[in-house]
């Protein structure tokens, strides 16, 4: 079993930053592919970006690419989403995963549709402000 605890969301002005990290338990952390996706009122969730065990792949949304940057240190079983130049339409609750599959998998599956993960954090607030 992995516990996943998302925090460091909240208020920003467009244009603004924020780094979110997702806290895991367990000492397999570097086994999972790890993911972030994002639900805004009134929307399905979507993906966001993903990676590898190692850190060495990621993928991003179209919609975030350039701007958003997913990374991972496994020796504190952590993984990071960094924000810059954030927009109202990047407002949502955001939730970092877990998953057993590849990066590639993940990739694939989640981009064009709607995908389960094995596991999932409790969300963070990110709310951006024009």
């Known amino acids: 079993q992995v516990q996943l605890v998302d925090s460091g969301g909240g208020l920003v002005l467009t244009g603004g930053s924020l780094r979110l990290s997702c806290a895991t338990s367990?000492?397999?952390?570097?086994?999972?592919?790890m993911a972030w996706f994002r639900q805004a009122p009134g929307k399905e969730r979507e993906f966001v970006a993903t990676?590898?065990?190692?850190?060495?792949?990621?993928y991003y949304a179209d919609s975030v690419k350039g701007r958003f940057t997913i990374s991972r240190d496994n020796a504190k079983n952590t993984m990071y989403l960094q924000m810059n130049s954030l927009k109202p339409e990047d407002t949502a609750v955001y939730y970092c995963?877990?998953?057993?599959?590849?990066?590639?998998?993940?990739?694939?599956?989640?981009?064009?549709?709607?995908?389960?993960?094995?596991?999932w954090g409790q969300g963070t607030l990110v709310t951006v402000s024009s």
């Open positions: 995963a877990a998953d057993l599959r590849s990066v590639a998998t993940i990739q694939r599956m989640c981009t064009v549709a709607s995908c389960d993960m094995n596991y």
């Open positions: 367990g000492r397999t952390f570097s086994i999972y592919t």
């Open positions: 990676i590898s065990g190692s850190g060495a792949t990621t």
